[in-house]
C-alpha cells in the first residue's frame, strides 16, 4: 500500500465485514514520533485458530479468491517502520455482550521506510460511504492537533432519517475533518 | 470553521430531497470495488471522484455511487461496475479519477458507453 490511510482503510473493511455496529479509529503520535493505531470493533470476532492464521498471506474470508493479503500488509508497513502488530479477539459466542476484535499497531515515523499516512480523511469518508449505518469514531492525535470525528454525534444532530452517505453529507464531513487538520 | 449546527440547515434541505427520491427509482448505480485489491490499486479516490462528480452534475437523486468486495478480477482494479435499468451492466477496469469523470460526462450524462475503458477492450 502507497498509504498508510489505505491500510486503515482496508483493516477496518475486516470490521464492517464482521458484523461491526461500532468501529473506533484512533490514530496517536506521541512527541518521539512513535504513531500508534487502534481499530477496534464490536464485530463478531475471531477464534483462536482465526487469529493465527490471519497474519498468514494464504489465509483469507474471501470467497472470489484464495490469498488474503489485508493484516500481512499492515504488518509488512509496521515492520519495516520499526513497529509491530498486535491483534487481539473475543468471539460472540464465548462473550454474547463484550465480543469484537482490536488490532493495533506502531510505527516509526521517523524511521526511513514509514508509511506516509496521506489521506486519512479520504479513508474514513470512504468507509462512512460504504456502510453508512455503523457507528465510527475516529480520533487522531498528535503534539501539534488533534481531530476527531463522530458518527453518533453527527446523527444527533441529522436525525436517524438521513443517510450519512448522501454526498452532501460526506462532502460536509470531508470539510469538517479538513478544517480540523489545517488549523 | 465547520460547526455541527450547520447539519441542521442540511438536513431540512435534505429531508426535501429524500422525499422526492423516493417517489423515483433509482436509474443508475455505480458500484465501485473497495476490497483489498481495489484498494491498493487506487480505488479510494475513484469512488471520491464519483461521489463529487455526481454531486456536482446535481445528479445524486437519479445515480447512486456505492461499494463492494473483491469482484474477482483482480488484476483489472480500480473496477467499477454501471447498472441501468434495462441495460446490461458495464464493467470499467483499471479506472482513474480522471476516468472516473469523463465516465460521468460521457456516459451518465451522455449515455455513451466508454468502449475503450471497459474490460471487453482491455481483455481482447
Known amino acids: 500500500m502507497k498509504e498508510l490511510s489505505l491500510n486503515i482503510l482496508d483493516i477496518a473493511k475486516n470490521s464492517v465485514r464482521a458484523g461491526a455496529k461500532n468501529i473506533e479509529i484512533n490514530l496517536n503520535e506521541d512527541e518521539n514520533g512513535i504513531l500508534t493505531l487502534v481499530i477496534s470493533d464490536d464485530g463478531r470476532g475471531m477464534d483462536k485458530n482465526t487469529l493465527k492464521s490471519v497474519s498468514d498471506p494464504f489465509y483469507t474470508s474471501r470467497t472470489t479468491r484464495k490469498v488474503g493479503l489485508g493484516i500481512p500488509f499492515l504488518i509488512l508497513a509496521a515492520n519495516q517502520a520499526g513497529g509491530d502488530v498486535n491483534i487481539t479477539s473475543k468471539t460472540e459466542e464465548e462473550y454474547p455482550k463484550d465480543h469484537g476484535t482490536t488490532v493495533t499497531a506502531t510505527f516509526d515515523t521517523k524511521n526511513i521506510d514509514f508509511t506516509p499516512l496521506g489521506d486519512v480523511t479520504g479513508s474514513l469518508l470512504t468507509l462512512i460511504q460504504g456502510d453508512p449505518d455503523i457507528d465510527y469514531f475516529f480520533k487522531h492525535s498528535t503534539p501539534r492537533f488533534t481531530v476527531t470525528l463522530s458518527t453518533k454525534e453527527i446523527r444527533k444532530t441529522l436525525g436517524e432519517d438521513i443517510s450519512l452517505s448522501e454526498p452532501e453529507i460526506i462532502l460536509w464531513m470531508k470539510e469538517y475533518l479538513e478544517d480540523q487538520y489545517n488549523v | ?124
Open chain 2, 1 to 124: 470553521m465547520k460547526s455541527l449546527e450547520e447539519l441542521a440547515a442540511i438536513r431540512e434541505k435534505m429531508k426535501q430531497k429524500v422525499a422526492i427520491r423516493e417517489g423515483a427509482d433509482d436509474a443508475v448505480r455505480i458500484v465501485v470495488g473497495m476490497a483489498t485489491c481495489g484498494i491498493s490499486a487506487g480505488a479510494r479516490p475513484v469512488l471520491a471522484a464519483f461521489v463529487e462528480g455526481i454531486n456536482d452534475a446535481g445528479l445524486s437523486d437519479k445515480v447512486m455511487v456505492t461499494q463492494t468486495g473483491c469482484i474477482g478480477i483482480c488484476q483489472y482494479e480500480p473496477v467499477v461496475e454501471v447498472f441501468e435499468n434495462g441495460k446490461d451492466k458495464v464493467t470499467y477496469v483499471k479506472m482513474t479519477p480522471e476516468k472516473a469523470k469523463e465516465v460521468i460526462e460521457k456516459h451518465i450524462k451522455g449515455g455513451k458507453v466508454i468502449e475503450e475503458y471497459t474490460i471487453g477492450a482491455v481483455t481482447k
